[in-house]
């Protein structure tokens, strides 16, 4: 099987078929992937561009979680509010057995 000298990467099919050198980042930017056999070079911005987008991303990541505690505790003290739960209690009577009623035949 034939493959590109390091360095160099295939170019795809439907162009002219051959090993083209791969590109070097220019400066004041990063390489967000390497050239390899099959693709070349992928470079984007360094510095504080770069740290800006990951600072939007966790701080995106903080909020959604912060709001979704909030929805969470919400709904929790209408429950409650509600009487559905009883806080600290159990639905279950004292003794673990639940009386039974018998059913009321209709006519």
Not at 24 to 43: E, K, M, Y
């Amino acid at each position: 099987m034939c493959q590109c000298r390091p360095g160099r990467f295939y170019k795809a099919p439907g162009e002219e078929e051959f090993c083209r050198r791969c590109s070097l980042c220019p400066q004041g930017t990063v390489v967000l992937q390497q050239c390899n056999s099959t693709a070349d070079s992928v470079c984007g911005p360094s510095g504080p561009e770069s740290r800006h987008r990951l600072w939007l991303i966790g701080t995106f990541i903080i909020l959604s979680a912060v709001c979704l505690g909030i929805v969470i505790l919400t709904a929790y003290v209408k429950k409650v509010k509600d009487g559905g739960f009883q806080p600290g209690g159990s639905r279950l009577p004292s003794d673990g057995l639940w009386e039974l009623e018998p059913l009321e035949e209709s006519e």
